[in-house]
């Protein structure tokens, strides 16, 4: 089975300067381990021969539906990751010649950017290892998604955290409602490949087995 390291959203607004400073609320120095540790992440998988595939965010009220425009309007939220940006760009990581990037136009789950479920099936990849912030926003909305459309997950427990609840939590949470794994990004043989080849089967198989008689 085919490994993905999927980094979700190490962006500047979401992990650096006074967006982040006024909304973070967690411990100090945890974003910015998290965040170093992502960027390492992504280095120990290209090492590893593992793919990696990036997801953005840009959060341009264009791009806004009216339940998003609404709930910004009520709570005083201003846009973040505007399209051109400094806040829009990545943070301590840079894709690499080849790797994808797939957006998300202002929405958390990945599987909502344009061609991101389809390019994972097409590569023929079960296995999503998840790094990035937030854990229990953007990461966990991935990670529900693919856990329903039959991807085994691993977060790297060290490479995110969340922003509304407590790590341990959201993290317990994702352990207890899809399965996933946890580890730290400094143990690549933990989740660079996925070991139990004879308990998977591809997405697309899943998808049919579940469209039978129920």
């Known amino acids: 089975m085919k490994t993905a390291l999927v980094v979700v959203d190490l ?27 992502a960027a390492r992440a992504v280095d120990l998988a290209r090492l590893a021969g593992t793919e990696v595939v990036f997801v953005r965010f ?17 709570l005083g939220k201003q846009p973040k990751c505007r399209t051109g940006s400094w806040g829009a760009e990545f943070h301590k990581v840079a894709p690499a010649a080849g790797e ?30 998840l790094a990035g912030v937030y854990a229990d926003v953007c990461v966990d909305s991935t990670a529900r998604t693919a856990f329903q459309k ?10 995110t955290t969340a ?18 794994r946890t580890t730290t990004h400094d143990r690549p043989a933990s989740w660079t490949r996925f070991a139990e080849e004879d308990e998977w089967s591809p997405p697309e198989a899943s998808k049919a087995a579940s469209a039978g008689p129920r």
């Open 11 to 37: 962006q500047n607004d979401f992990c650096a300067g006074p967006v982040v400073t006024a909304r973070y609320r967690g411990a100090p120095g945890t974003l910015q381990r998290a965040t170093t540790n």
């Open 163 to 180: 922003l509304h609840r407590s790590d341990e939590e959201t993290l317990r949470f994702m352990e207890t409602v899809y399965g996933a």
């Open 58 to 74: 840009l959060g341009d009220v264009e791009h806004q539906r009216p339940s998003w425009r609404r709930r910004d309007r009520v």
């Open 100 to 129: 994808r990037v797939f957006t998300k136009y202002a929405c958390f789950d990945a599987f909502l950017a344009h061609g991101f479920g389809q390019y994972l099936r097409r590569r023929r990849i079960g296995h999503l290892v």
């Open 150 to 159: 039959g991807f085994h997950l691993t977060v790297l427990t060290d490479c």
